[in-house]
């Protein structure tokens, strides 16, 4: 049994879906733990694609217990969306559950979100417009819609009347927006409790319940640790905590019952939206990787801003998460380049920085130092193991686990399940994996 947490080790949209994806065929139970809808994973199983936004990957395997953790919040317009079209492909979704105190998206969430970032101007985050931020802010505020307040039609209606009034002053005189009809929402969202019904659930116990009777669980974040509203590159970060951490929080289980924590890293680094990012690229190079990677946000459909990957990020990532091994993804990216560079640490001020500053207005001026590797020209898609791989990307597999002081576990070569080489199996395999510059598997806690 292994209780274990996958999360996005750069800016998001690392892989996480299919990494979850691949793992959750050795899970019982699959638990989103943070965000909304203004994340996305993509999953492509025999040829057909999935786009969850909030509806765990485990989805797509029967068996699996599937749970919306309280650290989420929940859009049930959109949820009920990914209900409708994953049941249409033949998909059981009995298995969700919902829990009772995740906060819930209101329409007016959505307004403030747009209008906010739009008055920000030059200074804007860089937000999906989603709703999420406010969202998050009225659960902070002790003024959040819970799931378990749609169940009850007659406290919603208090509850509703109230805030859209109160909401409705905001959208007027600050943002010169027409007012909500409260008693239109109130409505629509009794609507969406009575398909939500059957899914709402005490998470936390349902979880606790597993954990009691061996059941092997994957918690899995969105966007990634760069993003965290604690740890990320404050002020351009998410609202919520996508670190190892937050699932405890996001789901109600003790630190105690978590046994493994799986980073995912591209063999490059993208970011979208606003905020510094050092090794960016802005040539040709950036748009191959662009092109050849499909940089696109699942959500939002944004072009991803791209560049060589990171590894004083990817260190930052493994020590504020505690990883114990890595999954890179589109290794095969990269395989047109004829060399490939790495940044091993940055330029402060004239002097060399190995770690990640908190500081923004540094973090903006690092220049990153380079060191460079020789691609392999030849592709990798159909390799399976690590000995199929060219020596070249052997070797900078091994060079970033070197850099980043864990070993890799998995190597992802493509958007199908196939396109995977298991190093070794996370839930069910011994701490053993490929590690640092030999590729011996030794003890990933050594």
């Known amino acids: 049994m292994a209780n274990v947490v996958v999360i996005g080790a750069q800016w998001g949209d690392e892989g996480k879906g299919k990494i979850t994806d691949l793992l959750s065929k050795s899970a019982d139970v699959v638990v989103r733990y943070q965000g909304g809808v203004n994340a996305g994973h993509t999953v492509v199983v025999q040829n057909q694609t999935?786009?969850?936004?909030?509806?765990?990957?485990?989805?797509?395997?029967?068996?699996?217990?599937?749970?919306?953790?309280?650290?989420?919040?929940?859009d049930p317009k959109v949820l009920i969306q990914e209900l409708d079209q994953i049941e249409a492909l033949g998909i059981s979704t009995k298995?969700?559950?919902?829990?009772?105190t995740a906060h819930v998206t209101?329409?007016?969430?959505?307004?403030?979100?747009?209008?906010?970032?739009?008055?920000?101007?030059?200074?804007?985050?860089?937000?999906?417009?989603?709703?999420?931020?406010?969202?998050?802010?009225?659960?902070?505020?002790?003024?959040?819609?819970?799931?378990?307040?749609?169940?009850?039609?007659?406290?919603?209606?208090?509850?509703?009347?109230?805030?859209?009034?109160?909401?409705n002053v905001i959208l007027e005189k600050l943002y010169n927006l027409p007012p909500l009809e409260p008693q239109t929402v109130i409505e629509e969202y009794l609507q969406y409790a009575e398909?939500?019904?059957?899914?709402?659930?005490?998470?936390?116990?349902k979880i606790y319940d597993a954990i009691q009777r061996r059941r092997n669980i994957l918690f899995e974040g969105a966007q990634g640790t760069l993003l965290d509203l604690d740890h990320g590159t404050y002020p351009y970060v998410t609202s919520s905590n996508p670190v190892a951490g937050g699932a405890c929080v996001g789901t109600g289980v003790g630190p105690t019952m978590i046994d493994r924590v799986i980073g995912v890293a591209k063999a490059y680094t993208t970011r979208v939206g606003e905020g510094p990012f050092p090794t960016e690229l802005h040539g040709d190079i950036g748009e191959l990787l662009c092109d050849r990677g499909a940089e696109f946000g699942t959500t939002t459909g944004r072009k991803r801003r791209c560049g060589w990957f990171d590894a004083v990020i990817g260190r930052y990532a493994v020590r504020i998460n505690g990883m114990d091994c890595l999954a890179i993804t589109k290794l095969d990216v990269l395989?047109?380049?004829?060399?490939?560079?790495?940044?091993?640490?940055?330029?402060?001020?004239?002097?060399?920085?190995?770690?990640?500053?908190?500081?923004?207005?540094?973090?903006?001026?690092?220049?990153?130092?380079?060191?460079?590797?020789?691609?392999?020209?030849?592709?990798?898609a159909e390799c399976r193991s690590l000995d199929?791989?060219?020596?070249?990307?052997?070797?900078?597999?091994?060079?970033?686990?070197?850099?980043?002081?864990?070993?890799?576990?998995?190597?992802?070569?493509?958007?199908?399940?196939?396109?995977?080489?298991?190093?070794?199996?996370?839930?069910?395999?011994?701490?053993?994996?490929?590690?640092?510059?030999?590729?011996?598997?030794?003890?990933?806690?050594?």
């Open 106 to 167: 209101m329409p007016y969430h959505r307004l403030i979100d747009a209008a906010s970032e739009e008055r920000r101007g030059n200074h804007k985050i860089g937000t999906t417009g989603r709703g999420i931020g406010p969202t998050y802010a009225d659960k902070s505020e002790r003024t959040g819609i819970r799931i378990l307040d749609l169940m009850d039609s007659e406290g919603l209606r208090k509850k509703l009347e109230w805030t859209i009034n109160y909401k």
């Open 335 to 380: 395989d047109e380049l004829d060399e490939i560079k790495v940044c091993v640490a940055y330029e402060i001020n004239g002097e060399r920085c190995e770690h990640f500053p908190s500081n923004a207005r540094l973090f903006a001026n690092c220049q990153p130092i380079y060191e460079t590797m020789p691609g392999w020209k030849k592709s990798t």
């Open 50 to 74: 999935f786009k969850l936004h909030l509806i765990p990957s485990g989805i797509l395997y029967p068996d699996t217990q599937c749970i919306i953790g309280c650290g989420t919040v929940i």
């Open 388 to 446: 199929d791989l060219p020596k070249q990307a052997l070797d900078y597999l091994k060079f970033l686990a070197e850099l980043m002081k864990v070993p890799i576990a998995i190597v992802s070569l493509g958007a199908s399940r196939d396109q995977t080489i298991i190093v070794e199996d996370p839930i069910h395999g011994p701490k053993r994996a490929l590690l640092y510059a030999d590729g011996t598997p030794v003890s990933s806690q050594g």
């Open 195 to 205: 398909r939500l019904r059957p899914h709402v659930v005490d998470s936390s116990l």
């Open 95 to 100: 298995n969700l559950m919902i829990s009772q």
